[in-house]
């Protein structure tokens, strides 16, 4: 079965401090992941996407097969990256389904 | 100009009503989408149309229904709402359903509370 793992509900740094938000998936094809973002009082949106390989706000994400993860990381975080942090896989088909992980808060702290 | 529009916002209701959330898009898309929030924060689809034509509907009991009435908007009718129904309902649209058209645009977000 697809399935998209965030371990972690919430992760507290310091500002400054390197960041890492845990996501794994199951999947049997090829995966196309992404990860969505939610600040406080806005909508959902893209931050990034593996096939990209980009890196957007100083978050970097890579997809490792091996051990099927696609952690994000940035290696300085910055007060304005506290936020809802959603791992997502397609889904199988041609149906254009995403399945989210859990979400994980990130709270950067001054 | 918002992309991805919802309303009602917020939406709060007895037991057994019935109600409707609206979506709307103005970016052009073929396909929309319905997921569901819990209280957990966790995100689960529930429907997708592309081009009006329903390609996804996720074991959501039938009390839910969507209508697209046209490949710009997608409603979502619940009946007999019963209290786990309460959820932040999203819409969001995307370009298509293939690789590379599957980024999602999503609404504000519609916070149905059920008492």
């Known amino acids: 079965a697809q399935r998209v793992t965030q371990p972690e509900k919430l992760l507290s740094v310091f500002k400054g401090a390197p960041v890492e938000l845990k996501c794994n998936y199951s999947y049997s094809g090829s995966p196309e992941l992404f990860w969505y973002v939610q600040y406080s009082r806005q909508r959902l949106q893209l931050l990034l996407r593996?096939?990209s390989r980009e890196s957007i706000k100083g978050f970097t994400a890579d997809l490792n097969k091996g051990e099927t993860s696609f952690h994000l990381k940035k290696p300085f975080a910055q007060e304005e990256d506290s936020a809802m942090y959603y791992c997502?896989?397609?889904?199988?088909?041609?149906?254009?389904?995403?399945?989210f992980g859990q979400g994980t808060t990130l709270q950067v702290k001054p | 100009d918002t992309a991805v529009s919802q309303t009602p916002k917020y939406l709060v209701t007895q037991m057994g009503n019935d109600k409707s959330i609206k979506c709307e898009q103005n970016?052009?898309?073929?396909?929309m989408y319905w997921y569901k929030q819990d209280s957990k924060k966790f995100l689960k689809i529930m429907f997708s149309y592309n081009n009006k034509e329903l390609i996804i509907n996720e074991t959501v009991p039938n009390r839910f229904s969507p209508k697209s009435p046209d490949k710009a908007h997608l409603n979502l009718h619940i009946n007999s709402l019963e209290l786990g129904d309460s959820a932040v309902y999203f819409c969001a649209s995307s370009p298509g359903q293939n690789s590379g058209a599957n980024v999602l645009t999503f609404g504000a977000g519609s916070r149905l509370t059920v008492l």
């Open positions: 997502a896989l397609r889904g199988p088909g041609n149906t254009g389904k995403l399945i």
């Open positions: 970016l052009g898309h073929d396909t």
């Open positions: 593996h096939i």
